[in-house]
């Protein structure tokens, strides 16, 4: 079944102590992304990847990490988390076509104390 | 920055009962995409519209992308309680289609 997984679905952590979430997609996909939900905002982009080893910073960049040693995996890590950082994140991926459909992983809900 | 407004941002209804949202910005956009989320999943595509005054249907579904491709309309006819969800406007900040910026969303509850 063509999907992308993040892992955990749910973190509850303290602030300062560092996390990764996982995402990895089995479809082959060039072009990854992570998203930030937050109620009223909408889906804010963290970062993308148009392939192997190329990320590029997307809207709301700052306390965050992201590497793509691998096609199929896409991590976002959190060096120093703090309380700003608690969110609905999602992992997206898609061909890199025109007007391309993204799939969306099911969310990992973090909260920071 | 190319921003994207949703209206109404909270709409209960009737099952069985029409209804529009709304999806504008002040910028053009190459394409438009919606989505629809549902509680606990991620979001899913439900259309792409890529030529300004496209109409699109998908089943009780009618999306419109306008004439300037700055903003577009979904309309839902007769409205089944399967229809709740967050519905999410996304527009192409690039003229390849590949980057999109979202609307904040457009939640909505059918009652049976």
């Known amino acids: 079944e063509a999907q992308v997984t993040q892992n955990p679905r749910y973190l509850i952590t303290v602030t300062g102590k560092k996390l990764t979430v996982t995402c990895s997609q089995n479809?082959?996909?060039?072009?990854m992304s992570w998203y930030r939900q937050d109620p009223g905002l909408g889906l804010r982009q963290i970062y993308y990847?148009?392939?192997?080893?190329?990320?590029d910073k997307g809207d709301v960049p700052e306390g965050y990490k992201v590497s793509r040693k691998e096609k199929r995996n896409f991590p976002l890590i959190l060096e120093s988390p703090s309380p700003n950082q608690t969110s609905l994140y999602f992992c997206?991926?898609?061909?890199?076509?025109?007007?391309?459909?993204?799939?969306f992983g099911q969310g990992t809900r973090l909260t920071v104390v | 920055t190319q921003l994207l407004e949703q209206s109404p941002q909270f709409l209960s209804i009737q099952e069985g009962e029409n209804l529009t949202v709304y999806c504008n910005s002040s910028s053009v956009f190459s394409s438009l995409q919606w989505y629809r989320q549902e509680p606990g999943e991620g979001p899913v595509l439900l259309v792409t519209v890529v030529t300004g005054g496209e109409v699109k249907k998908l089943k009780r579904l009618t999306f419109q992308f306008g004439d300037a491709r700055k903003d577009s309309s979904l309309h839902i006819t007769a409205a089944q309680p399967g229809d709740t969800g967050l519905y999410l406007c996304?527009?192409?900040?690039?003229?390849?289609?590949?980057?999109?910026?979202f609307g904040p969303g457009t939640r909505l509850s059918v009652l049976p």
């Open positions: 997206a991926s898609s061909r890199l076509f025109m007007n391309t459909e993204a799939f």
């Open positions: 990847s148009m392939n192997v080893e190329v990320t």
């Open positions: 479809m082959n996909h060039e072009y």
């Open positions: 996304a527009g192409a900040r690039d003229n390849y289609g590949q980057n999109f910026v």
